[in-house]
C-alpha cells in the first residue's frame, strides 16, 4: 500500500506502534558488563566529573563519538555548538550530541522520530559530583537501546526495500538519540541558568527550515516524542504519568514492563530467579511458594483524564522543545532519588539492577514504536557454503548485539556537522 506524502502527513505519528512478541522481548540484549561501574565499555567512561567546558566533559564527548562511530556507523552523527554567558560570569561552549538513524530512502524533512534524551553534563556543585543517576546512567541507557535496536531496523528497511514499499507511511519512521549539554545550573537554577543546551538546540532547530513539500516544516517537528530521561539508576523509582497528550506512550511503556517483568526479566524484581530462596530443607513440595508483590517502575497505566497531570512542573530538559510544540514523555521519578544532588549520586550507590532494567525497559518502547517485530530475534540470516548444496542456515546464539550482521546498507555516512 502507498500512502502519499499528503495524507502521510494527516496521521499521526501515534497510528502505528506494534507490541512485541514474548519471543523478540526475550530475544533483547541485556547491557550486562557493559554496565559494570568500573570496567562496562559503556557506562564506567561516563561516570566521571563533566562539567561544561572542562577536559572531563571533553572526554566523554569523546566516548559517545568513538561508541558512534565503532558501533553504529550507520547512524548520522551531528553536533551543535553554541557559547553562551553563564551564571558564572563567563561564557562557557555547550555542544549538543545528536545520532540519528532514518530510513535509507528518506528525504530530509519527511522523517519522524522516536527521540531518546537526556543530559551528559554533571552540576558543578558539590565538587566531584558525578550524577549517577543525573544522567550518566540514562545517556548509557540510551546507548544501550540504540545498538540494540540498530541490525533490526537495517533487516526491516531492507526487507521492505525489497517489498518496494519505500515511501509509505511506515517508512518515515526513524530514531534520534540526543545528548544534551548544560542542563545544570551553575548557581541557582533559573531560566537564564539552567538547560544551556536544551535552549540552544530548540532554538535553533525551530528556525531551521526543511525543503518545501517536506512532511515536517522543521528538524524540531520531525520530532514524534520526546522521550527523557533523567535521574534514573536507584532503587524503586516510581515514574508518574506527567502528561495527558502523551499517556498513551505512558501506557505502552508501562504495559511493556508489566510484560517483561511476567517474563522474569526484570533483574530487579524480587521474583527475578537470580533472587528466588532455595526452598526450606524440611518442605514438602505441594502449592509453589507465592510470589511477592511485584513493584512497578510506571504504577499510572490506569490514571482517569480527570486526574492531576504534573506535567511542565518538574524543570528539565523538555521544558524548551515543550514550549515549542514538542510531545514530551518524561520518565523522571516522582520522589527524585534520595540522592539527588548530593555527592553520593556515585556509581557505587546505583542499583545496578534497576539500571539493567530500564536500559532494557526503553530499548523495548523503541522497538516497539520503530515496529521492529519480526525483526529483531537473531535469525538464521548467516549464510555459508556447505559441500556444494547451496546455503545452509545457520542458527546464532546470543544476544542481537553480539550477533549483529553487517548493516546491508550503510546510510548517511557518520559524518561530523553543526547544526
Ligand atoms: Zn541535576
Request: aromatic share 8%; hydrophobic share 40%; glycine share 8%.
Amino acid at each position: 500500500m502507498h500512502i502519499p506524502t499528503l495524507l502521510a502527513a494527516l496521521i499521526p505519528a501515534t497510528a502505528a506502534y506494534t507490541k512485541l512478541s514474548d519471543s523478540s522481548l526475550k530475544s533483547l540484549p541485556s547491557p550486562g558488563s557493559d554496565f559494570d561501574i568500573k570496567t562496562g565499555a559503556l557506562l564506567s567512561p561516563l561516570l566521571t566529573v563533566r562539567v561544561p567546558g572542562t577536559p572531563g566533559i571533553a572526554a566523554v564527548q569523546a566516548h559517545f563519538v568513538t561508541f558512534f562511530q565503532t558501533h553504529l556507523p550507520s547512524w548520522k552523527l551531528s553536533f551543535q555548538n553554541s557559547t553562551q554567558p553563564t551564571a558564572l560570569g563567563r561564557p562557557l561552549p555547550f555542544v549538543n550530541i545528536v545520532a540519528t538513524r532514518d530510513p535509507p530512502w528518506a528525504k530530509q524533512g519527511d522523517v519522524g522520530r522516536l527521540a531518546l534524551v537526556a543530559h551528559y553534563d554533571s552540576k558543578i556543585d558539590p565538587p566531584g559530583f558525578i550524577g549517577a543517576t543525573d544522567s550518566a546512567a540514562p545517556c548509557a541507557m540510551i546507548l544501550h537501546a540504540a545498538r540494540s535496536v540498530d541490525a533490526a531496523l537495517t533487516r526491516k528497511w531492507e526487507a521492505m526495500k525489497s517489498a518496494g514499499q519505500t515511501g509509505s507511511l511506515e517508512g518515515e519512521k526513524g530514531v534520534q538519540i540526543i545528548l544534551l549539554d548544560g542542563e545544570e545550573a551553575f548557581l541557582n537554577w533559573s531560566d537564564e541558568d539552567s538547560l544551556y543546551g536544551a535552549r540552544a538546540l530548540a532554538a535553533s532547530w525551530e528556525q531551521a527550515t526543511n525543503p518545501a513539500m517536506s512532511t515536517f516544516r522543521t528538524p524540531l517537528s520531525e520530532i514524534s516524542l520526546f522521550l527523557l530521561l533523567d535521574l534514573l539508576g536507584s532503587r524503586n523509582p516510581s515514574v508518574p504519568s506527567y502528561f495527558k497528550t502523551t499517556h498513551w506512550a505512558y501506557q505502552n511503556m508501562a504495559s511493556a514492563e508489566t510484560r517483561l517483568r511476567a517474563l522474569k526479566l526484570f533483574k530487579s524484581s524480587p521474583n527475578h530467579p537470580s533472587r528466588k530462596k532455595a526452598p526450606a530443607k524440611n518442605s514438602k513440595g505441594g502449592a509453589p511458594a507465592r510470589e511477592a508483590r511485584e513493584p512497578k517502575f510506571l504504577p499510572e497505566a490506569n490514571k482517569k483524564d480527570t486526574a492531576t497531570w504534573l506535567g511542565g512542573l518538574i524543570q528539565d530538559d523538555h521544558i524548551p522543545f515543550m514550549a515549542k510544540g514538542v510531545e514530551v514523555l518524561h520518565m523522571i521519578p516522582d520522589p527524585f532519588p534520595t540522592v539527588w544532588h548530593r555527592i553520593d549520586d556515585d556509581g557505587a550507590h546505583l542499583d545496578g539492577a534497576t539500571v539493567e532494567d530500564w536500559a532494557l525497559l526503553v530499548t523495548a518502547f523503541a522497538a516497539e514504536w520503530l515496529d521492529l517485530e519480526g525483526y529483531l530475534a537473531a535469525k538464521p540470516v548467516m549464510k555459508r557454503e556447505v559441500g556444494g548444496e547451496g546455503e545452509a542456515e545457520v542458527v546464532m546464539g546470543g544476544t542481537e548485539t553480539d550477533a549483529r550482521p553487517e548493516p546491508v546498507e550503510v546510510q548517511g555516512r557518520s559524518e561530523l556537522s553543526n547544526f
